[in-house]
């Protein structure tokens, strides 16, 4: 099967869908054939919607098997279809695009260093996980810089020795695996280009054999 993937050329998929277990979020607009593929390679029910008005979805949304993490400029008629999947949790204004400053699965955030300690507090509470405050490669939106699932996490190639070794010991559980890579023919912002869960995943169409290959090791589909 081809892993790879582009919305009208644009190889930042990571950008425009958010996926998790068993649901997807595309664009209203997205063409019929990227929202198959995601059905497909993911196994997922593709839902499509904006978020705030606007197709950059996985910037603006994100979460686990607990709920779903959402810009509180969210529009009502937005708000309730996320609503008909799980619960929802609204970021104020001062850092609402969730999917660009929060990286989590099941038992951890990574959340933007600059997140106050309140929000911190009530993403935790919410998505019953750890937060752990850090930057990757000094990139503070955490979200769109890594990619992970409950059996691994994919940050960039740039990442400091030191940054590796306090998201090991800071993570809850030891059956996650770490690694590094990149996506889009070298591209840092793995989370801008790529879309994973435990059953599959889709990096964007620019993705190197060598890239792929680090995807499936880092996250088992070896």
Do not use: W
């Not at 209203?28 to 497909?40: G, L, Q, V």
């Not at 709920?67 to 850092?95: A, N, R």
């Amino acid at each position: 099967m081809d892993h790879t993937l582009s919305l009208n050329g644009d190889p930042n998929i990571g950008v425009f869908a958010r996926v998790f277990e068993d649901i997807a979020f595309v664009p209203i607009d997205s063409p019929e054939e990227f929202r198959t593929k995601i059905a497909e390679a993911l196994d997922v029910e593709v839902i499509p919607t904006f978020i705030q008005g606007s197709s950059v979805i996985g910037l603006l949304l994100t979460g686990n098997s607990r709920g779903f993490v959402v810009s509180g400029l969210i529009h009502d008629s937005e708000l309730e279809l996320l609503q008909e999947y799980g619960d929802v949790l609204l970021l104020g204004e001062e850092m609402n695009a969730a999917g660009n400053v929060i990286l989590t699965n099941d038992s951890f955030a990574v959340v933007h260093p600059d997140m106050s300690s309140e929000m911190r507090r009530m993403v935790a509470e919410f998505l019953k996980v750890e937060t752990i405050p850090m930057s990757f490669g000094g990139v503070g939106t955490v979200g769109m810089a890594g990619a992970c699932t409950n059996a691994g996490v994919l940050l960039p190639a740039r990442s400091s020795p030191e940054e590796l070794d306090h998201l090991e010991n800071s993570l809850p559980t030891a059956d996650v695996s770490v690694g590094t890579g990149s996506v889009n023919m070298g591209s840092g912002l793995i989370g801008t280009g790529l879309l994973v869960n435990s059953k599959g995943y889709l990096a964007g169409n620019a993705t190197t054999g060598f890239e792929l290959g680090r995807i499936e090791d880092v996250f088992g589909f070896l």
